[in-house]
């Protein structure tokens, strides 16, 4: 089977530096996902890692480790619009448009 | 600006009906998909399709069918609605040649069904 694993719901303050970990077992990898969803909103893409290391986009980083199945998305200088839910998704070997997501991460930022 | 548009935001059906849930991209995407969104069990896979009338089951298939005439219009049918039904269903879309929207999944709103 596949496993996707990530913090249910984490808290930050405003202007802080937060890290959502993801964990996975599946049975191959093509790619790992990032997705970004605001409460009764579509989850909108927020990066991609194929390769082993960091991929910077703004504010935003994504690692990847697929040695140890694991990814972080780190988000800096926090604002309150990034309170949202953070969904990590694996995408499988022989099919492209076989994506297995976790649960999502809830993101809180504070004042 | 890629978009994907679902039919309904909120639809309420009773047990037994028959539900048509329609997707539409306007990216000209080869690829689409239907998920369904559960607290606590994420995004999980009913059916995608690769190209017009092709389709192939995700993890989730049972109780429901999906049809593509056209190449933007992705359709989900629920034969028979059952309450474990009730749920967000989220409609997809992605490239399949390289570039920027191979990689990326678009997806619609979301249609929230509730069976009663």
């Known amino acids: 089977g596949q496993n996707i694993d990530q913090p249910t719901e984490m808290t930050a303050t405003e202007g802080a530096i937060v890290q959502i970990n993801c964990t996975y077992q599946t049975s191959g990898f093509n790619g790992l996902f990032w997705y970004q969803q605001h409460a009764g909103e579509a989850p909108t893409f927020l990066s991609y890692?194929?390769?082993?290391g960091l991929e910077e986009k703004g504010r935003f980083s994504s690692f990847l480790s697929r040695s140890k199945g694991y990814s972080y998305l780190l988000l800096k200088e926090l604002q309150m619009k990034d309170s949202a839910s953070y969904l990590c998704?694996?995408?499988?070997?022989?099919?492209?448009?076989?994506?297995?997501f976790g649960s999502g991460t809830k993101l809180n930022v504070k004042p | 600006d890629v978009k994907v548009t679902q039919s309904s935001r909120y639809l309420v059906k009773r047990t037994g009906e028959k539900v048509f849930l329609e997707c539409v991209q306007d990216m000209d995407h080869e690829n689409m998909f239907w998920y369904r969104q559960d607290p606590g069990l994420g995004l999980r896979l009913i059916y995608f399709?690769?190209?017009?009338?092709?389709?192939e089951k995700g993890d989730i298939p049972e109780g429901y069918s999906v049809s593509r005439e056209k190449k933007e219009r992705f359709s989900l049918i629920l034969e028979s609605a059952s309450t474990n039904q009730t749920s967000m269903y989220l409609c997809?879309?992605?490239?399949?040649?390289?570039?920027?929207?191979?990689?990326?999944?678009?997806f619609g709103p979301g249609t929230r069904l509730t069976v009663l």
């Open positions: 890692n194929v390769l082993d």
């Open positions: 399709s690769y190209d017009v009338k092709m389709k």
């Open positions: 998704a694996v995408r499988g070997t022989y099919n492209f448009n076989k994506f297995y």
């Open positions: 997809a879309s992605r490239g399949g040649k390289a570039g920027k929207a191979y990689n990326e999944q678009f």
